[in-house]
């Protein structure tokens, strides 16, 4: 079976520090994607990658950054937390078939305060 | 712009009644349709896809759903509900960029 990894699964951060989130899938899937879920609003993707070093802007990308430097590994930086931040991150990833599914993570609450 | 529509935010069905939730899409070629179900406090699984062929697709747990191209809809169904399909579900279009955009998702009470 896939598996896809989030490394935390509940965080707390003070307003304007650093976090990271990190992501490691076991399937050697071309693509990787950062998600963000909120009540209301379901899924919004922030950036995804489809190779190693690539990156593309998601829908949501501001105040965001990413960091693939393996093909199994896909870090979500916040360069400084701000209390909108505040929500569920999904890590997912897919093969590059035609609209391969994805695979997710059982995602990262995180809390800014 | 690719997009999809979940009309119903929430639903409520007693256990062993038959169930459909909604899901309309609006995409420029053919799309490649999922539904996927997130239970509380968990990721996404998927339940089923459509990339082609047979509108009528089964999934995994007893679901189907159905491809309408004439109405842009790719409705989740199932015939008796069980306790444990309580959860959240969300439709999803895919590109042939693998990029995926969801629904806003309805959440799913049963009733005992």
């Known amino acids: 079976d896939v598996k896809v990894t989030q490394s935390s699964r509940y965080l707390v951060k003070r307003t304007g520090e650093k976090v990271f989130l990190e992501c490691v899938q076991d399937?050697?899937?071309?693509?990787m994607f950062w998600y963000r879920q909120d009540p209301g609003l379901g899924l919004r993707l922030i950036y995804f990658?489809?190779?190693?070093?690539?990156?593309e802007k998601g829908d949501i990308p501001e105040g965001y950054s990413v960091s693939r430097e393996k093909k199994e590994r896909f870090s979500l930086i916040l360069e400084s937390a701000s209390t909108n931040q505040t929500s569920m991150y999904l890590c997912?990833?897919?093969?590059?078939?035609?609209?391969?599914?994805?695979?997710f993570g059982e995602g990262s609450r995180l809390t800014v305060l | 712009a690719q997009s999809v529509t979940q009309p119903d935010i929430h639903i409520t069905v007693s256990e062993g009644a038959s169930l459909e939730l909604r899901c309309n899409y609006s995409?420029?070629?053919?799309?490649?349709l999922f539904w996927y179900v997130q239970s509380p406090g968990q990721g996404l699984q998927l339940l089923l896809k459509?990339?082609?062929?047979?509108?009528l697709v089964q999934g995994i747990k007893g679901f189907e759903a159905e491809f309408k191209r004439s109405q842009s809809s790719f409705n989740l169904r199932k015939p008796s509900v069980h306790w444990s399909d309580a959860a959240e579900y969300f439709c999803?279009?895919?590109?042939?960029?693998?990029?995926?955009?969801f629904g806003s998702g309805t959440k799913l009470n049963v009733k005992p």
């Open positions: 997912a990833s897919s093969p590059t078939s035609a609209a391969g599914e994805l695979f």
């Open positions: 399937m050697d899937h071309e693509n």
């Open positions: 990658s489809y190779d190693v070093k690539m990156k």
């Open positions: 995409y420029g070629a053919t799309p490649y």
């Open positions: 459509y990339f082609s062929g047979d509108t």
């Open positions: 999803a279009v895919g590109d042939n960029f693998n990029k995926f955009y």
